[in-house]
């Protein structure tokens, strides 16, 4: 992997400290060459920007920024675990959107995830993924995201 830190450089992104958990789980767990990293919301400064439901309370604009934001702390909980400079792949993320009924757009809003892993880990940052819509999430926030990531 080329050097990550020069890449989130060259993309102007900051990793942030890690996300403290808001129940009995801790961040990200490395077992082997994988790190297991638990849902992160897109909390900014310990804050939401946004709460609700997409499709009603938010739109899937925003929504997938909330997604890309996730994303972020993914990456500040590996980096907090394991370094990023030990990614191998992105192998698999799993997207959470709280939807209105009716909304079917979760692909389009967990792209901000996906295209985040893209833009900093290039080609290791294609993954297999699910979005998955639901009724409510933790703290009302409209996306959570997690990932199982390979380390070296």
Request: aromatic content about 6%; glycine content about 6%; proline content about 11%.
């Given at each position: 992997m080329a050097d990550v830190y020069a890449r989130l450089e060259e993309l102007g992104?900051?990793?942030?400290?890690?996300?403290?958990?808001?129940?009995?789980?801790?961040?990200?767990?490395?077992?082997?060459?994988?790190?297991?990293?638990?849902?992160?919301l897109p909390l900014v400064d310990g804050k939401l920007p946004a709460t609700g439901l997409v499709g009603a309370d938010v739109t899937p604009e925003?929504?997938?920024?909330l997604a890309r934001q996730a994303a972020i702390n993914v990456l500040a909980a590996v980096e907090s675990l394991v370094g990023l400079d030990?990614?191998?792949k992105i192998v698999k993320i799993v997207g959470f959107?709280?939807?209105?009924p009716g909304f079917t757009g979760q692909p389009g809003v967990v792209n901000g995830a996906s295209e985040?892993?893209?833009?900093?880990f290039g080609e290791a940052g294609k993954h297999a993924r699910s979005a998955v819509g639901v009724s409510a999430l933790p703290l009302d926030t409209p996306v959570e995201i997690e990932a199982i990531v390979e380390i070296a």
């Open positions: 992104l900051r990793i942030p400290p890690v996300v403290p958990p808001v129940a009995a789980y801790v961040p990200a767990v490395q077992t082997g060459n994988h790190v297991y990293v638990s849902g992160q925003q929504a997938k920024d030990r990614v191998v959107v709280a939807s209105a985040l892993f893209g833009e900093v």
